[in-house]
Antibody, heavy 125, light 107 residues
Framework: EVQLLESGGGLVQPGGSLRLSCAIS????????MSWVRQTPGKGLEWVSG????????DYADAVKGRFTISRDNSKNTLYLHMNNLRVEDTATYYC??????????????????WGRGTPVTVSS | DIQMTQSPSSLSASVGDSVTITCRAS??????LNWYQQKPGLAPKLLIS???SLQNGVPSRFSASGSGTGFTLTINNLQPDDSATYYC?????????FGQGTRLDLK
């Protein structure tokens, strides 16, 4: 059974940092691109960042580029999102999501067939 | 960025009815379109990928079609469990944007 479990969310002041983790099981982690997707009541679902199965290729939404860093440790079956210089508008529930297709070296045509339960991030003073 | 626009934003229907949700892309995305179902407090669930491919375990009451800029999701013989919010998402190119969602309530 595929499982994704996020952790690391919480309350942080504007300008602060957080690191989210997503522990996975039930599939060959290194064979699939992974993404972080966030959700707010006001803006709905927003793709934040993606990383290839190998970890060599990353991509970001403009809203987080330069502030967030996605990475993965395939030996630990864990996905990360390092978030720096957080803003009030980053407040959201953050989901990790698995890509449907087997692709190792590229990020291509992301479709999310499994999601974690989400971890809440609140940026407020 | 490619914008995804869903309509209607909400609808109400009865058990046994059929409903259709529309998703329009701001530019052609071929068939790179996915549909998700989300219930309160839960993560989205992938129903359909590549515009019309039903995911394993999804009831055949769900169907979808379209290409280019216009797409539809149809749910036949509505069941109480279908009450949820439905989102489209394109997988054509980064950033992989979602529609704003369509809330479906069962009377």
């Amino acid at each position: 059974e595929v499982q994704l479990l996020e952790s690391g969310g919480g309350l942080v002041q504007p300008g602060g940092s957080l690191r989210l983790s997503c522990a996975i099981s039930g599939f060959t982690f290194s064979s699939h691109a992974m993404s972080w997707v966030r959700q707010t009541p006001g803006k709905g679902l927003e793709w934040v960042s993606g990383v290839s199965g190998s970890g060599d290729v990353t991509d970001y939404a403009d809203a987080v580029k330069g502030r967030f860093t996605i990475s993965r440790d395939n030996s630990k079956n864990t996905l990360y999102l390092h978030m720096n210089n957080l803003r009030v508008e980053d407040t959201a529930t953050y989901y990790c999501a698995k890509d449907l297709r087997i692709t190792v070296t590229v990020i291509l045509s992301l479709s999310f067939d499994h999601w974690g339960r989400g971890t809440p991030v609140t940026v407020s003073s | 960025d490619i914008q995804m626009t869903q309509s209607p934003s909400s609808l109400s229907a009865s058990v046994g009815d059929s409903v259709t949700i529309t998703c329009r892309a701001s530019q052609s995305i071929d068939t790179s379109l996915n549909w998700y179902q989300q219930k309160p407090g839960l993560a989205p669930k992938l129903l359909i990928s590549s515009a019309s491919s039903l995911q394993n375990g999804v009831p055949s009451r769900f169907s979808a079609s379209g290409s280019g800029t216009g797409f539809t999701l149809t749910i036949n013989n509505l069941q109480p469990d279908d009450s949820a919010t439905y989102y489209c998402q394109h997988s054509y190119t980064s950033p992989y944007t979602f529609g704003q969602g369509t809330r479906l309530d069962l009377k």
